[in-house]
């Protein structure tokens, strides 16, 4: 007995996704750019979050440890509609719809990057710091030059794994109309009626990217690497990595 | 207990009436030690009895609730002046004392050469070509001529020792500061960080050794110092060793030797 695989005898007409190749790139362009300039803040702005959730100062410590919890458990699609539409009519800023997707993506993923900033620097053993510090070396250079080399490489895969991450949460920013993939694909499904080819090219972009990124993350994983002969502690595996979009 | 402390001349480092509690449990209480230039001093006694923690009051990598540690007649604790001016003068502390701890504490993502200059470079502000030069006499000295450009992790533990004395030593130090420096080594190992740390005293170095090697301590120590209970309970020449006056050493020395 035959299985029909196809059984509505759908006609593929896979030539959309030529006729739309700009239209697309056009997007896989603004998704990549919202990603990096999200990644960007985010990666700055959670050192500075993992460095205050470590202050020795217990309210700093517990401010940093509520904004990672409250950031960590909003759901990227409401706090993006939230800021573009409520934040703005409420402030009567006029946010464009760019920033206000930076914005959200930056201040979540800053709160994720933090957790994992923080079990890597907490992995390397304190009498790196101790040494460093009993020759002489002010913290600062010793966090810079003994404590951050050391947990850099550690984190290496999961922040490349957040990074995956914020591209994917990326194709949320579409519902205020910012023209990223997803977004592109969408309009021009509702142009051709063709979901399944148009949708199926903007998974396999998708796709492409994230491996590009876990390509560039194990190489930059072993330059780092080489540097470090060492085995240092693992972090232990709670690191968020990859979640599901909203 | 709270004495204006009274540096006399001879004196390079004085502790005077310090006291430290970690939590509830005062680990060091009203001590007192004053380390000459050139002397030897030997700290032992039963584990957790404060021994690390004194000797890490020394260099204020731990900070003590009250008394005063003075180093070549400046006071560095209780602290004056701002934050940053603080910061500073901890820095220059520091740069003037070395330690040596238990666990090495070799940066692993450096070789040998580098765990030795970057302090160098960093904090004596040494060009690169000069620190190397420096470095590279330093582990000579150790006996790692041949084993500059391995990391750490390439190395044996007494060759890391090694390496670590050799990045203190780089700095020109007035004083050591030796942490516990053989207890995480293999016994074969041992005899070759005893023997770098025997040749740097016989050179004149001041130093300050918690160790249980009491050989060493005997061949070495010019003031033995019996900490126990947070306290100095007994102090003097090798005359602590053969002939310990109170009761607590008597007992320790007859567990230990």
């Given at each position: 007995m035959r299985v029909d695989w196809n059984p509505t005898n759908y006609q593929f007409a896979w030539e959309v996704v030529g006729q739309y190749r700009f239209w697309l790139l056009e997007g896989v362009i603004l998704t990549l750019k919202i990603a990096l300039v999200s990644m960007a803040f985010a990666m700055v702005f959670g050192l500075v979050v993992a460095l205050l959730r470590m202050s020795p100062i217990w309210p700093v410590r517990t401010l940093a440890s509520i904004y990672i919890s409250v950031f960590r458990a909003i759901p990227p699609l409401v706090f993006i509609l939230w800021m573009y539409y409520g934040v703005t009519l409420v402030t009567g800023l006029n946010i464009e719809a760019f920033w206000s997707g930076v914005i959200c993506l930056s201040l979540q993923y800053a709160a994720w990057l933090a957790e994992i900033y923080r079990s890597g620097l907490q992995a390397i053993d304190k009498g790196q710091r101790e040494a460093a510090l009993s020759t002489g070396l002010s913290r600062t250079r010793a966090f810079a030059k003994v404590i951050w080399p050391q947990a850099w490489r550690i984190i290496i895969p999961p922040i490349a794994n957040n990074f995956v991450g914020i591209i994917k949460d990326s194709?949320?920013?579409?519902?205020?109309?910012?023209?990223?993939l997803m977004r592109q694909s969408q309009i021009a499904t509702s142009l051709t009626f063709r979901p399944f080819e148009l949708y199926t090219a903007a998974m396999v972009i998708y796709i492409v990217l994230t491996l590009a990124i876990a390509r560039m993350a194990s190489i930059l994983e072993q330059r780092a690497a080489r540097s470090l002969r060492v085995q240092t502690r693992r972090v232990p595996q709670n690191a968020p990595s990859i979640r599901s979009a909203a | 207990m709270s004495t204006v402390p009274?540096?006399?001349?001879?004196?390079l480092l004085e502790l005077n009436n310090v006291h430290k509690s970690f939590g509830h449990i005062e680990v060091i209480k009203d001590v007192s030690l004053k380390v000459r230039k050139g002397e030897h001093v030997v700290i032992f006694g039963?584990?957790?009895?404060?021994k690390s923690t004194l000797l890490r009051i020394m260099n204020l990598l731990e900070v003590p609730d009250s008394g005063t540690v003075t180093f070549q007649h400046r006071v560095y604790f209780p602290h004056s002046g701002n934050l940053l001016d603080k910061a500073s003068r901890l820095q220059q502390l520091r740069s003037q004392i070395g330690m040596v701890f238990q666990r090495f504490n070799l940066y692993p993502h450096l070789t040998a050469l580098q765990n030795v200059t970057l302090a160098l470079t960093d904090?004596?502000?040494?060009s690169r070509r000069s620190a190397r030069e420096k470095a590279e006499g330093r582990l000579a000295e150790v006996g790692l001529q041949d084993r500059m450009d391995h990391y750490p992790a390439q190395l044996s533990g007494g060759q890391q020792q090694r390496v670590a004395i050799a990045r203190a030593l780089a700095m020109d130090p007035k004083l050591m500061l030796f942490d516990?420096?053989?207890?995480?080594?293999d016994p074969e190992l041992i005899g070759e960080v005893l023997g770098v740390m025997e040749k740097l005293a016989l050179e004149g170095m001041t130093m300050v050794a918690v160790t249980h090697e009491m050989g060493f301590a005997r061949r070495v120590g010019d003031r033995l110092v019996f900490v126990s209970g947070g306290v100095i309970a007994e102090s003097g020449g090798k005359e602590v060793l053969t002939?310990?006056?109170?009761e607590r050493t008597k007992a320790f020395l007859d567990a230990v030797l």
């Open positions: 194709s949320l920013v579409g519902v205020i109309g910012l023209n990223e | 009274t540096a006399s001349t001879d004196a039963p584990s957790g009895g404060g904090v004596k502000k040494m516990e420096p053989t207890s995480a080594l002939n310990p006056q109170q």
